[in-house]
């Protein structure tokens, strides 16, 4: 959801001078505004952790970026998730070798 901009409230015919001296008259609805706009920052930080990917994964617990999963193969697959913008892998999370793709997705969103 795109955040709203404050222009969009005003009528197409305030001017930045209109706006101005609104607040300049009430502070008080400056000072409001200003609350509003830091509990809408902490929101979005409180929501950073459940923002998933396609995948299902979290963001990459280091750095926040979108993490990518694959399996090296074998007999037991060994699904890893891989962190393209940090380098980091979920080993170094203790996740070594998921048998499931789903398992591997359920360890790293624990940790992330
Ligand atoms: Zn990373």
């Given at each position: 959801?795109e ?47 459940l ?14 970026s ?7 193969g ?13 380098q ?10 998921a ?14």
């Open positions: 959801m955040r709203p901009n404050i222009k969009n409230f005003f009528s197409e015919n305030t001017t930045p001078q209109m706006v101005n001296n609104l607040f300049l008259e009430q502070p008080e609805l400056y000072n409001y505004i200003q609350a509003l706009d830091n509990y809408i920052d902490y929101l979005s930080s409180q929501l950073e952790p923002k998933k990917n396609a995948e299902g994964l979290l963001p990459c617990p280091f750095c926040k979108e993490p990518q999963i694959a399996s090296l074998g007999d037991k697959e060994n699904w890893i998730v891989l962190c393209p913008n940090c980091r892998a979920s080993v170094e999370m203790g996740i070594n070798g048998e499931t793709k789903e398992d591997c997705i359920a360890m790293w969103n624990e940790r992330a």
